[in-house]
């Protein structure tokens, strides 16, 4: 069957560009190795009776256009910002809420806004070029927000905040769950690729479901089960899209949501691939840190009613975070784990049974292998153990109340998402990696050197500036260029 256009992969960027897609008329097919749609926006049962959001608690705002857009607050998706944060030490707190923050977080959260805005201004309208997707780009222009690849985002804070416990909190909140050093120039960057925001009401699995049913509502067809086994060329250009079974589904224009690497060497043999494209994703980074302990309570953590919904980060501090980088850069655990915690259930009571709990640790910098090999049952065990030890020391008595667990790892982030290395950013935050300097540089709104292949996930250009930002983003690159006929 053929297609005006075939999406890879149906997480949020795969199903936004679906219903963008459907919606303006073009026969859209989504293709999904999973069972279920979604990806990360997931809600799934862990422990008997109580369930939680397995690879993250919160995500990245949906940017308010695109929200509108695809209607999906009809589709029963709420987003519900972060009500507060906190920072703990065994000695002392750190403390935030929404409704009362103080002039330095309400200036960060200006500027970060302002700039994030004119990034995705920017960036979408790279998908309507004035000239034909075979011919690079010769001299772009700057993006906005381009000064912040100078910057650290230690300098950053260091000018924002005047007390080290506000520097190290707003640190641990634009770090959650990654591994990064927050002294090297261009960390700034952190800020404006949001790993967290909010969540929806009724847990991310609700957005999915909004997600999925505004495609289907659009017309999109869904294939789920089957994964892309390689996308077919005609020439430099992409034709089609082979599943594991043998289907082969042609389409005009393909989008893939799956990261860079698994893109082009998953999905192409080399010698399909020139030399300069080997070259361009071979050198592409990943930074994948991020580790998970779900934990079953038979009671909820004795925490101020003000600051039990938000996130609560344990221990931060500059100097830490730096140790901790260098220790994932060898491939050892940190001494002092980067962590943060959410008791999920506090906000929906519906993922635990009465009286009980569901409390969250997201660890940053953590190794997806370890300098003396693979994650083993004994590693592991012993790492759930240090996390629990660390909770222990600012929440007393947390330990005793553990009914069951789940371990979640790089490797099974990579296992169950199809990500490299388990990176949940589909690339390092860096600046030769951000901006139009994330996929290719010389073929802007999420095009690639091969005619008809566009990048619509994490690795595009759009992808870390908000959720769905890289899947619409692509789809209107993808209208562009069908509109003037560019493959034909």
Excluded at 57 to 64: H, K
Aim: with cysteine; charged share 20%; hydrophobic share 45%.
């Amino acid at each position: 069957m053929r297609y005006d256009a075939a999406i890879i992969g149906a997480g949020t960027n795969g199903l936004a560009a679906a219903a963008t897609l459907a919606g303006a008329g073009l026969k859209t097919i989504v293709i999904e190795r999973a069972l279920t749609c979604g990806g990360r926006a997931a809600t799934r049962e862990f422990h008997p009776g109580f369930r939680a959001s397995p690879w993250c608690d919160e995500i990245a705002p949906i940017p308010p256009g695109i929200f509108r857009a695809l209607d999906l607050a009809r589709h029963g998706a709420i987003f519900v910002p972060t009500p507060s944060s906190l920072a703990l030490w065994p000695d002392r707190r750190s403390e935030v809420l929404n409704w009362a923050r103080g002039e330095p977080w309400q200036r960060l959260d200006a500027e970060t806004c302002r700039r994030a805005g004119e990034l995705r201004t920017r960036a979408f309208a790279d998908t309507q070029p004035a000239r034909r997707w075979w011919q690079p780009a010769s001299e772009p222009s700057p993006w906005p927000a381009q000064d912040w690849s100078r910057v650290s985002l230690s300098g950053l804070l260091g000018e924002m905040f005047s007390g080290s416990d506000a520097r190290a909190h707003a640190m641990a909140a634009a770090l959650g769950g990654r591994a990064a050093d927050p002294l090297l120039g261009g960390t700034a960057l952190h800020l404006l690729a949001p790993t967290a925001g909010g969540t929806f009401a009724g847990g991310l699995a609700t957005l999915a479901g909004a997600l999925t049913a505004c495609a289907r509502a659009a017309g999109a067809g869904i294939s789920l089960g089957l994964e892309a086994a390689d996308i077919r060329l005609t020439g430099q250009r992409a034709t089609g899209v082979r599943l594991a079974d043998g289907t082969e589904i042609a389409a005009r224009a393909i989008i893939s949501t799956l990261d860079l690497r698994r893109t082009f060497f998953s999905l192409f043999a080399w010698k399909d691939l020139s030399p300069k494209t080997i070259q361009r994703v071979s050198a592409y980074r990943h930074a994948p840190g991020t580790a998970r302990l779900l934990l079953a309570l038979d009671a909820p953590p004795v925490i101020d009613a003000n600051f039990i919904e938000g996130p609560i980060h344990i221990e931060p501090g500059e100097e830490s975070s730096v140790n901790a980088h260098t220790a994932w850069r060898s491939g050892i655990l940190p001494e002092r784990l980067p962590m943060t915690l959410r008791v999920v259930s506090a906000a929906d009571p519906r993922l635990a049974p009465t009286s009980k709990a569901v409390m969250t640790a997201t660890i940053g910098c953590i190794p997806p292998q370890l300098f003396d090999g693979a994650w083993t049952n004994e590693k592991r065990n012993a790492f759930s153990k240090r996390v629990l030890d660390t909770i222990e020391r600012v929440l007393p008595g947390t330990a005793a109340h553990v009914l069951g667990s789940e371990l979640i790892l790089p490797p099974d982030i990579e296992d169950a998402l199809g990500v490299t290395e388990g990176d949940l950013d589909g690339g390092e935050i860096a600046p030769d990696q951000m901006f139009d300097l994330r996929g290719f540089a010389d073929y802007p709104g999420g095009r690639t050197p091969i005619g008809g292949l566009y990048l619509g996930g994490r690795s595009s250009p759009a992808g870390p500036l908000g959720t769905c930002a890289g899947g619409v983003a692509a789809a209107r690159a993808v209208m562009t260029d069908l509109a003037a006929s560019r493959f034909l």
